[in-house]
Nanobody, 115 residues
Framework: QVRLVESGGGLVQAGGSLRLSCAAS????????MGWYRQAPGKQRELVAT???????NYADSVKGRFTISRDNAKNTVYLQMNSLKPEDTAVYYC?????????WGQGTQVTVSS
């Protein structure tokens, strides 16, 4: 069983920055993909960014150039550095782990960007 614990959300003004962290514990295989998804009120959950254990990354077009995903494999931790935040980035951000077996999800952390 895998547990994902997120931290780092909060309230920030437009143009500001936040850094999210997600620590995974439990049975973690060496080959996996960690990532961040978000869900705004009334909208479906959407991909923000993912990173494979080898370091290759994928970003949603809406965050390219503003967000950076990274990971520390030794700590089974993934980070999301969010810069130049916009009000439309307001959402609950969820950490995700894909490996052999079903996906694992964190409990979510709220990010609110005021205009």
């Amino acid at each position: 069983q895998v547990r994902l614990v997120e931290s780092g959300g909060g309230l920030v003004q437009a143009g500001g920055s936040l850094r999210l962290s997600c620590a995974a514990s439990g049975i973690i295989f060496s080959i996996n993909t960690m990532g961040w998804y978000r869900q705004a009120p009334g909208k479906q959950r959407e991909l923000v960014a993912t990173i494979r254990n080898g370091g290759s990354t994928n970003y949603a077009d809406s965050v390219k150039g503003r967000f950076t995903i990274s990971r520390d494999n030794a700590k089974n931790t993934v980070y999301l550095q969010m810069n130049s935040l916009k009000p439309e980035d307001t959402a609950v951000y969820y950490c995700n782990l894909k490996q052999l077996g079903p996906d694992s999800w964190g409990q979510g952390t709220q990010v609110t960007v005021s205009s």
